[in-house]
């Protein structure tokens, strides 16, 4: 069963990459599937951590993915 947990919120630096990175390495250490969406092109904090990861060998993989809105990002989820 697919869970789909959004941080969101209007104002910049209140923590929600850190808390969808945080979430998502336990989930993911946990041996679930993870996918994190980054709805913010101009900064695209998610998409700069996961290239560090994968440059520092960090395991285990989180898939992480651009979208221009969220409504592309519910479209791109796959069903379990």
């Known amino acids: 069963m697919a869970v789909i947990v959004g941080f969101i919120s209007q104002k910049g630096g209140v923590g929600k990459s850190t808390l969808a990175r945080a ?3 336990v989930v993911a250490h946990a041996g679930m599937r993870v996918r994190i969406a980054d ?19 960090l395991s ?3 898939e992480v993915a651009s979208y221009p809105n969220v409504r ?6 796959q069903p379990d």
């Open 60 to 62: 285990p993989a989180i």
């Open 39 to 57: 709805l913010d092109p101009k900064q695209s904090t998610i998409v700069e951590w996961e290239k560090r990861r994968g440059v520092s060998g």
């Open 72 to 77: 592309a990002a519910l479209a791109s989820a």
């Open 23 to 25: 979430l998502a390495a």
